[in-house]
């Protein structure tokens, strides 16, 4: 009777949460207007979330894993009905899948170069006196609007900074090219849509795996599978970070179980796990917590990895292959321009990025000493989480491998970082400025993290790649 009594509370906080989400992704970007409106309205999706996960902690794992799985597949198609509200980066995703489809390496030419001009779809450079307002409504205008700064209305694009070359990574590229093939040309965005929502179902479908064959509760896998942020920056946003987050899943998963420091089993992961930086570069943060002694196959497999990746394109195009990779990291001032907010508070803006540098080589090296004691979830989610508090990053996209790590970890309050994201994201349209949004969000999900861990009981960790000497039945 409790049973049910918990599963009928987990179905209603379930169609609250489709309703909120509906209702903050109809209101749609929030760049010109009611920007606090839809942070509220994120904020009480993540309070029902929160709730409905509580719910969730004493159904048997058999059900749990149900509902975990049917939520996340309710929220992604709900998301998947909506245009994107809050990126255009699909745009550059579809344009990269049509230059390769057409034998052409997508580092060696900008989006505007002339030698492309024969590839242009209306749909991404439109023309005609409804160009300017067609660009103008893209969710990131102030980035993509060619016309404005060209002045030349046949070179009007979608495309956020078309100028510039490509900065996604092989193992992403080639996920463009695989949209492209099986995708119809007037549905591409609903086709990216769709990869990221089916991503994001099979991350979570994964982490119960995972979770199981470790002999862990089943039911923290809906800390992803619900999250706000996973139905809105994959399902809705098609991010294509969700590929590198299901890889490197996959790698942990297959870290779990018995046998697991078996060199077949340690090349098999450190091939996913270079296949997840190849997607995008952010999960090489986890590398300190995955190098151990017995390891070395696994990080030498996943460098293999990677570098194959890179290698034909190093022929193609040599050095171009790095992109626009280091004005875009100086664009968004992580140079020390912008970013580092919370340690603007101690120390001179201009030595920030250099002390933050330090401040996370010290946190890695001690990540890396307790490599062969420690469970590397708890490794790689505390350094992750650390990078965000001290770096201060705005795109809430990133924080995707945050939540994949909090949940293989066990440690949900690691999440309060991620959401801190958000506000940072809309520091603009909030009319505050962005390092202070950064000083009062990420400290304040930081000063969340250190009270949870100073109230949490003391209790064996039990991370994944361990088994627990004993293991209840109820949610197990």
């Known amino acids: 009777m409790k049973v049910a009594r918990r599963t009928a509370a987990v179905l209603i906080c379930l169609t609250l949460s489709l309703g909120i989400e509906a209702r903050a992704l109809r209101l749609g970007a929030p760049w010109d207007r009611h920007a606090g409106r839809v942070l509220a309205a994120y904020a009480l999706a993540g309070v029902v979330f929160v709730v409905a996960v509580l719910a969730l902690r004493k159904i048997p794992a058999r059900r749990a894993s149900v509902l975990i799985l049917t939520g996340a597949a309710a929220f992604q198609a709900l998301a998947v009905c909506f245009v994107p509200t809050t990126t255009d980066d699909y745009y550059r995703y579809v344009w990269d899948g049509t230059v390769q489809a057409h034998g052409i390496d997508p580092y060696r030419y900008t989006p505007l170069d002339p030698a492309l001009r024969d590839l242009r779809d209306p749909w991404l450079f439109p023309t ?250 708890l490794g790689a989610v505390a350094l992750v989480g650390i990078t965000f508090v001290i770096v201060g990053p705005s795109q809430p996209w990133y924080a995707l491998l945050l939540v994949g790590l909090a949940v293989l970890a066990e440690r949900p309050e690691w999440l309060a970082v991620a959401a801190a994201a958000y506000p940072v994201y809309f520091s603009g349209a909030l009319r505050v400025s962005n390092t202070a949004m950064q000083q009062c969000a990420y400290l304040l999900a930081a000063a969340v993290v250190v009270l949870v861990q100073l109230t949490r009981r003391q209790k064996p960790s039990y991370g994944i790649g361990e088994r627990p000497r004993t293991v209840m039945r109820c949610g197990r």
């Open 128 to 377: 005609g006196p409804v160009a300017q307002q067609v660009v103008g409504a893209s969710p990131a205008r102030g980035y993509v609007d060619a016309c404005t700064y060209l002045g030349v209305p046949h070179d009007c694009t979608l495309i956020n900074r078309p100028t510039v070359h490509t900065i996604y990574p092989p193992v992403a590229e080639a996920a463009f090219l695989g949209l492209h093939l099986v995708s119809p040309q007037h549905e591409r965005r609903q086709a990216a849509q769709v990869f990221s929502a089916l991503l994001a179902w099979a991350t979570a479908l994964v982490l119960i795996r995972t979770l199981r064959r470790s002999g862990r509760p089943v039911w923290p896998a809906a800390w992803w599978a619900w999250c706000p942020m996973v139905w809105l920056e994959c399902g809705n946003n098609a991010h294509i970070d969700v590929l590198g987050i299901l890889l490197l899943v996959g790698t942990f998963g297959v870290l779990s179980g018995r046998r697991a420091e078996g060199a077949g089993r340690l090349a098999v992961a450190g091939a996913l796990f270079g296949a997840a930086v190849a997607v995008k570069l952010i999960p090489v943060l986890v590398a300190p917590a995955l190098a151990t002694r017995r390891r070395a196959v696994l990080l030498a497999t996943a460098a293999a990895v990677f570098l194959a990746g890179y290698l034909p394109h190093v022929v193609a195009v040599g050095t171009d292959v790095i992109g626009y990779l280091p004005g875009y990291l100086h664009e968004e001032g992580y140079s020390g321009e912008q970013r580092f907010g919370a340690l603007r508070l101690l120390v001179p803006g201009r030595v920030a990025a250099p002390v933050g540098a330090v401040v996370l080589a010290a946190v890695a090296v001690a990540v890396l000493r307790r490599a062969d004691r420690n469970p590397p979830a």
